[in-house]
């Protein structure tokens, strides 16, 4: 299942466009759909639980088998990204993505909310790693943030156009509905993948975008991690790891608020649903804006300066919705601020595996990143539904969020500068 396309119908030398902004462009769409279902989840959550009777524990329970699936997979897809390229792996995930999500509309029980939805998780793992592997091995790394950031756009504005749609989808049909709309989506990127992807530049007779032709990437040429048996040699990469740690607890902090804020304000704000699902539409435009600042920025300041002032705000924010998310107003706001450095957050993260680790081991890196940015999500869901289920508040959650925010900017601010910061 290989989706082999003949490349020289394309004439790719003869293109007016550089082939990288096709590559963009496409795997921008794939980011788009599947950030859709991923975070649309959180929208999607009130109508599944009231319809099917289920807990907020529950909830949670349902997203980790996702993550659960998807930590686990990430690290092979990554690897797979660097051994047999890009295109493969996530054509084959979108097929995957798309079935799950079909399944998705179909689930009565709790059982197999949480089987479809680890589906789901399997074609995600193709849908973030092996994306901005591809992604930054066509530009140059002077254009890295830049790049990023307008992909990264993608997972914002599908989060917005589910905060808008949705009310619209459950009005006219019910919410079983959102996730075979999405399903079909990623069907027909299966077919649009195979078409246009190419896994690198040098395989199409390109250059990467940005990058003299003379000019020979200088990052790490003496790196040892370039020899044989990378992983071992990563592992025992002391900023692999303060990277990790602070990957896992800002990714706690976020996810424990962005999944369940459309539930806060529906059942404990007591707002209607539709006004309750703007906050998805505020987070995901202000996703969008975060991501188009705060990323190309990060090309100029550094990656580790950039994270220490987005993780620093994030925090600021996660306070500020604990002390005064009580009002209407000052929860929009706030989120909207939380949403800035949230856009940015996954990315900048990313973007890492280039600054501190050779290109050829990029995805490889960002794959063993994955289960701390999992775990940390998977730890939130389970801790925030069981805590509001016990105490009928958020407000105990919200509270560990804002301490691991702190966290994650704590264990950055061990991380030396890179070369390329």
């Not at 496409?26 to 289920?54: D, H, K, Q, W």
């Not at 529950?58 to 990430?74: E, K, M, R, V």
């Not at 105990?396 to 994650?408: D, E, K, Q, R, T």
Request: with cysteine; net charge positive.
């Amino acid at each position: 299942m290989s989706f082999q396309f003949p490349v020289s119908s394309f004439q790719f030398r003869k293109s007016k466009i550089h082939w990288a902004w096709i590559v963009l462009a496409v795997c921008f769409v794939n980011l788009f759909i599947n950030y859709s279902a991923r975070l649309g989840y959180g929208v999607i959550l009130p109508e599944m639980i009231r319809t099917l009777e289920f807990g907020r524990t529950a909830a949670g329970s349902i997203f980790n088998a996702y993550l659960f699936t998807y930590i686990a997979i990430t690290p092979f897809t990554g690897y797979f990204t660097d051994r047999f390229g890009g295109r493969r792996v996530i054509t084959i995930c979108a097929f995957i993505l798309g079935l799950g999500l079909l399944l998705m509309g179909t689930v009565d029980s709790l059982w197999t909310a949480c089987l479809f939805y680890a589906v789901v998780g399997i074609g995600a793992s193709g849908m973030w790693t092996p994306l901005i592997t591809v992604v930054q091995r066509w530009f140059s790394h002077k254009r890295r943030g830049m790049v990023l950031g307008i992909l990264s756009t993608g997972f914002g504005l599908g989060f917005a156009a589910m905060g808008g749609a949705f009310p619209w989808v459950v009005e006219h049909y019910n919410w079983r509905y959102a996730w075979s709309f999405l399903g079909s989506a990623a069907l027909i990127m299966v077919f649009i993948n195979g078409l246009l992807l190419r896994s690198d530049p040098e395989s199409s007779g390109y250059q990467p975008w940005g990058q003299k032709k003379e000019a020979q990437n200088p990052i790490h040429t003496k790196d040892p991690i370039r020899s044989s048996g990378a992983l071992p040699k990563i592992f025992r990469n002391r900023t692999f790891w303060l990277i990790g740690l602070s990957y896992f607890a800002i990714a706690y902090a976020l996810y424990g608020i962005t999944t369940f804020m459309v539930d806060y304000a529906r059942y404990q704000l007591h707002v209607p649903l539709e006004k309750a699902s703007f906050l998805a539409t505020i987070h995901g435009l202000c996703q969008v804006a975060g991501m188009l600042i705060v990323l190309p920025l990060s090309d100029y300041w550094g990656r580790k300066k950039t994270i220490l002032f987005s993780n620093a705000m994030i925090t600021v924010a996660l306070i500020g919705i604990l002390l005064t998310g009580n009002s209407w107003n000052s929860l929009s706001i706030l989120i909207g601020c939380l949403a800035i450095f949230y856009g940015a957050t996954f990315p900048i993260y990313g973007a890492c595996a280039g600054d501190y680790f050779p290109k050829e081991v990029m995805g490889t890196v960002l794959g063993a990143w994955t289960p701390f940015y999992g775990l940390g999500a998977i730890a939130t869901h389970w801790i925030t539904g069981a805590l509001r289920d016990s105490t009928g508040v958020y407000d105990h959650s919200f509270l560990i969020n804002a301490a691991m925010g702190a966290m994650g900017l704590a264990f950055m601010a061990f991380v030396k500068n890179s070369k390329e910061s």
